[in-house]
């Protein structure tokens, strides 16, 4: 095993479904002590990659943060009697296609707002602390939803506006089961792509009304994903965060308030968790929105 994954947990969070799950461990740092995305934007916000399984098939939905977490997933599924693998891809952003050489040989699904995305951004993404490169681009491509089956289970991608333009979740019907991405997080969602926030908001409207009884993000709790997800109610936090930040923006007690406080509601419902990493997410969040808004406090 490579030490790059020696941290990896392979979880369980429903019948046939696995997360790989890395991160979230005090004072570890997989790439450098210089800020990079590896360790500040996955590892230390912990991090999960899922595979659905129904007898020989697996569906993949994110590939992790490295070739060798994603190699790692694959010699897993295979030592599970998986022949036939298929990559589902959640969005563009490098914690989430880094490992895709691991996958070169398998159908990738993505939406073609991810595919472009990947194509415009591929000297930016080279270019990143560390590099991602080469890449793979997807194989086939779907606008607006899409039913897979994986044996005798179905799953349904859907595409959401929401932390990224490109957003694609997975959806299990049957089970009631909401593989989020980064759509949703805990302690709070990472404010991307600023100028989309109204519409980010407004998706998330959308998003709730799904029939969801559980809901496994990328980014969240190691326990929470081992014990089944979270509740519908991490729609309703991940929401009430954006309008929350969005009202207060032009605020000058907000540089002062810490994040447990600014979302103490939500943490006191057991909609999210307090994660002490998030306050840096919620700095820069702040940062961003204003930046983009051109509004000072």
Same mark, same amino acid.
């Given at each position: 095993?490579?030490?790059?994954?020696?941290?990896?947990?392979?979880?369980?969070?429903?019948?046939?479904?696995?997360?790989?799950? %890395?991160?979230?461990?005090?004072?570890?740092?997989l790439?450098?002590? /210089?800020?990079?995305?590896?360790?500040?934007?996955?590892?230390?916000l912990?991090?999960?990659?899922?595979?659905?399984?129904?007898?020989?098939?697996?569906?993949?939905?994110?590939?992790?943060?490295?070739?060798?977490?994603?190699?790692?997933?694959?010699?897993?599924?295979?030592?599970?009697?998986v022949?036939?693998?298929?990559?589902? =891809?959640?969005h563009?952003?490098?914690? #989430?296609i880094?490992?895709?050489?691991?996958?070169?040989?398998?159908?990738?699904?993505?939406?073609?707002?991810?595919?472009?995305?990947?194509?415009?951004?591929?000297?930016?993404?080279?270019?990143?602390?560390?590099?991602? #490169?080469?890449?793979? $681009?997807?194989?086939?491509?779907?606008?607006?939803? &899409?039913? &897979?089956?994986?044996?005798?289970?179905? @799953? #349904? =991608?859907?595409?959401?506006?929401?932390?990224?333009?490109?957003?694609?979740?997975?959806?299990? $019907?049957?089970?009631?089961?909401?593989?989020?991405?980064?759509? &949703?997080e805990?302690?709070? !969602?990472y404010?991307?792509?600023?100028?989309?926030?109204?519409? #980010?908001?407004?998706?998330?409207?959308?998003?709730?009304?799904?029939?969801?009884?559980?809901? &496994?993000p990328?980014?969240?709790?190691? @326990? /929470?994903?081992?014990?089944?997800?979270?509740?519908?109610? =991490?729609? !309703?936090?991940n929401?009430a965060y =954006?309008?929350r930040?969005?009202?207060?923006?032009e %605020?000058p007690?907000?540089?002062?308030?810490?994040?447990?406080?600014?979302?103490?509601?939500?943490?006191a419902?057991?909609?999210?968790?307090?994660?002490? $990493?998030?306050e840096?997410?919620?700095r820069?969040?702040?940062? !961003?929105?204003?930046?983009?808004?051109?509004?000072?406090?």
């Amino acid at each position: 095993m490579s030490d790059l994954t020696a941290t990896l947990r392979v979880l369980e969070p429903a019948p046939g479904l696995l997360a790989f799950y %890395d991160g979230r461990i005090a004072g570890k740092r997989l790439h450098s002590d /210089a800020r990079n995305w590896m360790d500040d934007g996955a590892y230390a916000l912990g991090i999960a990659s899922y595979a659905l399984i129904c007898g020989d098939e697996a569906l993949v939905y994110d590939t992790h943060i490295s070739t060798a977490h994603a190699t790692l997933i694959r010699r897993h599924l295979a030592e599970r009697g998986v022949r036939h693998t298929t990559l589902v =891809l959640s969005h563009w952003h490098t914690d #989430h296609i880094a490992g895709i050489t691991a996958f070169a040989d398998c159908p990738i699904i993505a939406n073609p707002l991810t595919a472009l995305a990947m194509v415009e951004n591929e000297a930016a993404l080279a270019a990143k602390d560390p590099p991602i #490169h080469p890449l793979v $681009p997807p194989n086939r491509l779907f606008d607006d939803r &899409l039913e &897979l089956t994986v044996g005798d289970r179905t @799953a #349904h =991608l859907l595409q959401f506006d929401i932390h990224s333009a490109d957003g694609t979740v997975l959806w299990l $019907p049957e089970e009631r089961l909401l593989l989020a991405g980064d759509t &949703l997080e805990d302690t709070v !969602t990472y404010v991307s792509e600023p100028h989309g926030i109204c519409r #980010h908001i407004a998706e998330l409207h959308r998003l709730a009304s799904l029939p969801v009884h559980r809901i &496994l993000p990328n980014h969240g709790s190691e @326990a /929470a994903i081992a014990a089944g997800g979270y509740s519908p109610d =991490l729609i !309703t936090a991940n929401r009430a965060y =954006l309008e929350r930040l969005l009202s207060r923006i032009e %605020d000058p007690s907000l540089d002062a308030e810490s994040l447990e406080s600014f979302v103490a509601p939500e943490i006191a419902t057991g909609s999210i968790g307090y994660f002490a $990493p998030y306050e840096q997410v919620h700095r820069d969040n702040i940062q !961003t929105l204003r930046q983009s808004l051109g509004r000072t406090p």
